[in-house]
Nanobody
Framework: QVQLVESGGGLVQPGGSLRLSCTAS????????MGWYRQAPGKQRELVAR???????NYPDAVKGRFTISRDNAKNTVYLQMNSLKPEDTAVYYC???????????WGQGTQVTVSS
C-alpha cells in the first residue's frame, strides 16, 4: 500500500511558476514509476509528466520544455516544476505511483493549480 500526499498548488499569474511536491509513504518508493496527471473541468485526466525508477522522463508536447519532473528517492518525494504557466494549465493535479508489471497503482488526493490574471 502506498499513500501519496501532494502539495504546492495555488493561484499564479500567466508566465509564473509553481513547484508541486508529492510525498509517498508505505512502500518502497524507489521502484515505482511516478507520474503527474491533471484534470480540468469537463475534460479527461491526462498525463503531464512521468519518471521511471531509473530517472527516465517523458512529457506530452503540451508541457515539454516548460515542466520538469524529478524525484528524490531518499525523501520519497517526486516534484513537478512548472514554468511559463498558461491559463490552459489550470486543473487539479494528481500524483500517481505505479509498480511496473503489477496491478499496483495509487493516486493522491489532488492539488488545485489555477493560472489567471
Amino acid at each position: 500500500q502506498v499513500q501519496l500526499v501532494e502539495s504546492g498548488g495555488g493561484l499564479v499569474q500567466p508566465g509564473g511558476s509553481l513547484r508541486l511536491s508529492c510525498t509517498a509513504s508505505g512502500s518502497i518508493f524507489s521502484i515505482y514509476l511516478m507520474g503527474w496527471y491533471r484534470q480540468a473541468p469537463g475534460k479527461q485526466r491526462e498525463l503531464v509528466a512521468r519518471i521511471s525508477s531509473s530517472g527516465i522522463t517523458n512529457y506530452p508536447d503540451a508541457v515539454k520544455g516548460r515542466f520538469t519532473i524529478s524525484r528524490d528517492n531518499a525523501k520519497n518525494t517526486v516534484y513537478l516544476q512548472m514554468n511559463s504557466l498558461k491559463p490552459e494549465d489550470t486543473a487539479v493535479y494528481y500524483c500517481n505511483a505505479a509498480r511496473p508489471n503489477t496491478p499496483l497503482d495509487y493516486w493522491g488526493q489532488g492539488t488545485q493549480v489555477t493560472v489567471s490574471s
